[in-house]
């Protein structure tokens, strides 16, 4: 299902002293299944952004369409928009809130109507589908580790069965194994559930490795928006933003300047393995 925003404004406190305009302007379309990363600064908007997409926060200005249709009408059901465009925010202790695990995941099914059986066959294919195991379902969730924490969020909105998962720095504050288990969690469930996946990150490293397009928010503004090797390869404006490429990037080109290789726009450390063993065994 397509997100289009169409010169989306929004102005927090308006005709207030605190009068704050966090989005100006705003003019994009996701398409069906697309893998999208949404970078910037702090206080640039991405949060404000992504919290529109499911009709929590209202815009004052512009308008937006889920599927085509105008999700601002009266008559829209922003009950069934929320359950096809689900958000993970960065915190998971904020959507966590039952006595267990499985009561937790559960609630978004329940809260559907859904019948005992149907709602508990969700809550397990959502917690397999992140690799929670059985023997937690009884388990207070604030009794986690952060991953498993991410990981019970995460279930908490894919037992909705969203079109759109939309996640907010879903790998903050974990140490590099976990947050390479949670972003190979979140790439395999798009491919395996063929859904939309909207990535908001301050790492350039994780955006390069995962998402087919970036979006890069500053201001307010939608700044730039493209394939990753169109928007990396804009880096002294992306450092004007406070922003910067994938630190593989800045070393590759210093091995480029010193003449040990000659390829130019390496995103990746994948990219940057394979070049550098390519050079290793011609030796």
Same mark, same amino acid.
């Given at each position: ?113 859904? &019948? ?10 959502? #917690?397999?589908? @992140? %690799?929670?195991? =059985?023997? *937690? ?24 069965? &969203? ?10 504050? #974990?140490?590099? @194994? %976990?947050?390479? =288990?949670? *972003? ?100």
């Amino acid at each position: 299902m397509s997100i289009t925003f169409d010169k989306v404004e929004h102005v927090y406190g308006k005709g207030t002293s605190f009068e704050k305009m966090a989005l100006k302007d705003v003019s994009f379309h996701i398409r069906d299944g697309e893998f999208v990363g949404l970078i910037g600064h702090t206080g640039s908007g991405k949060s404000t952004l992504i919290q529109h997409m499911n009709g929590l926060l209202k815009c004052t200005g512009g308008n937006i369409y889920y599927d085509g249709k105008d999700i601002s009408d009266r008559e829209y059901d922003r009950k069934t928009l929320r359950q096809n465009v689900g958000i993970v925010f960065q915190y998971p202790e904020h959507q966590l809130f039952e006595a267990t695990v499985g009561k937790d995941v559960a609630f978004g099914p329940c809260n559907l109507g859904l &019948p005992d059986l149907q709602a508990d066959l969700r809550t397990y294919e959502a #917690l397999k589908s @992140v %690799g929670i195991d =059985d023997s *937690l379902l009884d388990v207070s969730p604030f009794d986690l580790s952060g991953g498993q924490k991410r990981r019970v969020a995460i279930a908490g909105v894919l037992a909705m069965k &969203p079109k759109v998962l939309v996640l907010d720095e879903p790998a903050a504050g #974990l140490d590099p @194994v %976990g947050r390479r =288990d949670i *972003l190979e969690m979140i790439a395999r469930i798009r491919r395996e559930e063929n859904i939309t996946v909207v990535l908001v990150s301050h790492s350039m490293e994780d955006v390069a490795e995962y998402v087919d397009r970036i979006m890069v928010m500053n201001d307010g503004a939608l700044a730039m928006d493209g394939t990753v090797e169109e928007v990396f390869a804009r880096k002294e404006e992306l450092e004007e933003m406070g922003l910067s490429v994938p630190q593989i990037t800045l070393l590759m080109q210093d091995l480029k300047d010193e003449g040990l290789v000659s390829e130019t726009g390496i995103y990746t450390m994948d990219e940057a393995v394979r070049i550098l063993s390519q050079r290793l065994l011609k030796r």
